[in-house]
């Protein structure tokens, strides 16, 4: 497909609260109702440095019966993109959710980064053009809302000739170069890859002169990654994957996951533009993330 370059766009304005208490509630609703009623599990220690004043904020928006989503040990998630040809309708939504998708876990969890990854192919005809990447890092774990909003509106879209992608060599590179995303030693890790397309495995490079090494280094000349070598990689990595696919792949990616072995891995759907990424993101961290009941501190 031709490369195209989407225009940058101005500073992302601001979602309503009620768009954000919407999104959330899923989260809430993924860990189970009861979690979020009267007497649920106190708030964990790696939480207690949030002020009360950000936790009432956080009930009001999110959680019903009194509580507030916590997410604990702090999360560190990476979006990884798919920026093959059939993505260029995606990447504007993208841009328009990136403060809400701030608001709707940063906000509340102070603790929570994002990272920001793409992929496409192999730049060897006919898996992809010359210009396409299998992996490439775009921003390292932040929990900066502009550093994030601007990164994405520096990605845009390049070939992906035929029709399956480097989703797993993208993924066996992210895992491999875990220190240069920068995820925190004490961190629940999660990778969100966003893709409409199927995934190359070992044996499709025919033009590959060698099998894939299992290592950090993208060789052009190296064949797909086998999925034993990419669960082993997030394994070693405790990387958590989840798959935000469009519909006609929902059946290959649940496949892929038991494969994978990934303990918390999860298989959502994503619609045609990507446009309800929020809600699978927060649905997808439904296993990390849950309404706990704000604890008011005694006055004695």
């Known amino acids: 497909m031709t490369s195209q370059r989407n225009t940058p766009t101005h500073a992302l304005h601001r979602q309503m609260p009620l768009a954000m208490a919407l999104t959330l509630a899923l989260a809430c609703t993924g860990a189970g109702l009861a979690a979020c009623a009267g ?20 009930a009001h928006q999110t959680c019903p019966a009194g509580g507030a989503l916590s997410c604990s040990p702090n999360i560190d998630l990476v979006l990884l993109n ?37 992929f496409i192919d192999k730049p060897l005809a006919p898996y992809g053009g010359g210009s396409d990447v299998v992996y490439h890092q775009d921003l390292a774990l932040t929990d900066s809302a502009s550093d994030f909003e601007r990164a994405l509106s520096g990605l845009f879209t390049r ?48 033009t590959c002169a060698v099998s894939n090494d ?39 990616y649940r496949k892929l996951a038991d494969q994978l072995g990934i303990a918390g891995s999860q298989v959502l759907a994503l619609e045609s533009d990507s446009a309800n990424l929020v809600q699978v993101i927060t649905q997808g961290l439904s296993d990390s993330c849950s309404c706990q009941p704000i604890r008011v501190a005694s006055s004695h």
């Not at 007497?39 to 956080?58: I, K, L």
């Open 39 to 58: 007497d649920g599990p106190s708030v964990s220690p790696q939480n207690e440095h949030r002020s009360a004043a950000a936790t009432v904020a956080s």
């Open 82 to 118: 798919d920026l093959s040809g059939s993505s260029a309708d995606d990447l504007p939504v993208l841009r328009r959710l990136a403060s809400d998708l701030h608001e709707s876990v940063i906000a509340n969890n102070p603790g929570t980064r994002y990272g920001l990854a793409s």
């Open 159 to 206: 070939s992906g000739a035929d029709s399956a992608e480097s989703q797993l060599e993208a993924l066996l590179l992210l895992a491999r170069n875990a220190l240069t995303m920068d995820f925190a030693e004490d961190s629940r890790r999660y990778v969100v890859v966003r893709t409409d397309a199927p995934f190359h495995v070992a044996g499709d490079c025919t």
């Open 214 to 252: 299992g290592d950090g280094v993208a060789d052009i000349g190296e064949d797909y990654p086998s999925i034993a070598q990419v669960g082993a990689a997030l394994r070693e990595a405790k990387i958590v994957p989840i798959f935000a696919v469009g519909q006609d792949q929902l059946a290959n």
